[in-house]
């Protein structure tokens, strides 16, 4: 039985169990999809079990986390979305999502990112966040944009990489 956090009219944000291993592993190992996630390289299934695990953490500890999600009418995990703390950029929260190549198209992040984001205003008070992309990712940033985030320009502090940094304060958002 799923845990869940918020749910949208198609999507189910679910706590992580390792029981999602099957089911994003299947996801995060393909090239295309990952191109602009981190390095842009796909990720083992190892690397895909500590990643839950440390999202596991999350949840248990702050609340938060990429939530896995899954589709209502297929009872699918189809990608993660969420909210996580960045650690080294004092006390920034980032909005991020993924999804499998299947579900692009759908209108699907936007409904994650927008639940997402509720869920940390509402439910957790937070007072902003921030969500970083890559330039070229054209997709996450109309997702952003339709959303109400504000791009504040190029960032390098974020995972070492060349990025546009985003904000989106509670009043922004587009619901
Ligand atoms: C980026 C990603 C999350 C988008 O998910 P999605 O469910 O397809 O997004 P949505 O359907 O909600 O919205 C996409 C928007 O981008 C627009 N779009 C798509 N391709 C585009 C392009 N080449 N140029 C400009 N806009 C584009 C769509 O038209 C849509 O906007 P609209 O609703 O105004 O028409 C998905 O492609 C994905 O998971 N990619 C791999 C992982 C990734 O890159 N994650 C984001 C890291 S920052």
């Known amino acids: 039985m799923r845990e869940i956090i918020a749910e949208?009219?198609?999507?189910?944000?679910?706590v992580?169990?390792?029981d999602d291993l099957d089911g994003l592993s299947a996801?995060?190992?393909?090239a295309e999809t990952m191109r602009y996630i981190g390095s842009g390289v796909p990720w083992t299934r190892e690397q895909v079990q500590e990643r839950i695990e440390r999202a596991i953490g999350f949840c248990a500890d702050k609340g938060m986390t990429f939530w896995t999600v899954v589709e209502e009418s297929t009872d699918t995990i189809i990608g993660q979305g969420g909210l996580v703390p960045i650690s080294f950029?004092?006390?920034e929260i980032e909005l991020g999502y993924r999804l499998g190549k299947d579900h692009w198209g759908k209108g699907y992040a936007?409904?994650?990112?927008?639940?997402?984001a509720a869920y940390g205003f509402d439910a957790l008070n937070l007072d902003r966040l921030v969500a970083v992309c890559y330039e070229q990712n054209l997709p996450s940033r109309a997702v952003l944009k339709k959303v109400g985030f504000r791009k504040l320009g190029q960032s390098d502090v974020y995972y070492g990489v060349h990025a546009l940094l985003h904000e989106?304060?509670?009043y922004d958002l587009v619901r």
């Not at 949208?8 to 679910?14: A, D, E, F």
């Open 168 to 170: 989106c304060l509670p």
């Open 16 to 18: 992580p169990t390792m």
């Open 27 to 30: 996801l995060w190992s393909d």
């Open 89 to 91: 950029n004092g006390d």
């Open 8 to 14: 949208t009219n198609r999507l189910q944000l679910c």
């Open 110 to 116: 936007t409904e994650i990112a927008r639940a997402s």
